[in-house]
Each structure stands twice: as C-alpha cells, then as structure tokens.
C-alpha cells in the first residue's frame, strides 16, 4: 500500500524476542495479580531480565534500522519493567530500612499514569502496524488505567481486577504475536496471520 512502511532488518528481525520478553513478564506478574501466586519477590527477576533486558535487547535492533515506532515501544516498556522491579526492592527493603519506611506507592501511580498517556499516543500509531499489535496495546491501557487507579485508591479492588484481567490478555495476545513473527519470518508466508493495518490515519494530500 502507498502509505505503508516497512522496515527491513539486515540482522535479526527483534519483534518477535521482544513480544516473547513481553508475554513471559506480563504472565508471570498477572498470575500474581490474580492471586495465582503470591507476592512479587519472585516476578522480580522476570521484569528485569525478560521485560526489561529483553525488550531493550529488541529495542536497540529496531533502533539501528530506524525503526522508530518499534524502538520506541520497545525501550519505553524495557524501561518500565526495569523501575518496576527497583520499585518492588525498594517496598521489600532491598536497599535498607530508610528507603522502604518512607516509599510512598502513589508515586508509581503517577508513574502508571504517564504510561497510560504513553500507550494512549502508541495505540494510535499501532493502528497502522497490524490488528494484532494495535490490540496488545489496546489492552495495555486497560492494565495501565487499572494499575493508575487502584495505586491512586479509587476503587482499589475492582481497577486492580481490571488491571489483572487486562494483563492475562496482553500476555496471551503478546505470545501470539512473537510466534506470528517468527514462524511467518521462518516459513516465509503467513502461518499465523495478525491483520492488515486498519488504514485509517493517512497523510494530508498537497492541494
């Protein structure tokens, strides 16, 4: 299509490492959530090495190909597993009794809520990505509006549900469109489709 963009990899092409780095942390965090598991001692590891090493790792591919839309989304998600976990340390007093007696958790609901507004202008752009990208952020802002709001204490159970339910989703949708990147790239056809762009934004024409 006359509008569209591709991005063509000389390497290894990142998206599908970087989903996988995606699907495993947001898994793992959503099983605590949901009361699968117990606490976030054990996510820690999770969030620093596959959200954030992983898609940091993707991020810098995307970006040497100028791959903005990817890079960005990559580095912007990698960052936010790795202050995650810093935040989960500090609330488990990692770095001394100081810094966990004076953590106020609604910093990182103001923290959720720049993400929100990140994600928000992401989905946008991923309108003209595919259906499958455009809907792993559509619901990464049902879990950023759930994080926000029950962090901040507005109705703390039901958002914190919604943030829960909203993660299983992206984890789920996320692993599909890792195993969508790779075997399509691998086979070299559509195994697994993941929709065409919905074309909707286009450029102003010249009058």
Known sequence: M???????????????IGLFGLAIVTLVASSQKLGWTESVSGVISWAVILGGIGQIIAAFYDAK???VFGATAFFGYGLFWIATAFSW????GVFGNALQVSYD???IGFAFVGYLIFTLFMTIGALETNK????????INFLFLGL???TLGFLPEFFHNVAAIAE???????????AAALLNAHFGFVFLPIGKKF?????PQNK
């Open 2 to 16: 006359k509008n569209e963009v591709h991005v063509k990899h000389s390497g290894i092409d990142p998206t599908a």
């Open 65 to 67: 190909v100028k791959n």
């Open 89 to 92: 340390m500090i609330q488990s």
């Open 105 to 107: 958790p609604k910093q």
């Open 132 to 139: 499958v990208l455009f809907f792993i952020f559509f619901f």
């Open 148 to 150: 926000s709001l029950s």
């Open 168 to 178: 299983l989703i992206v984890s789920i949708l996320t692993f599909y469109g890792s």
């Open 199 to 203: 074309n909707i934004i286009k450029a």
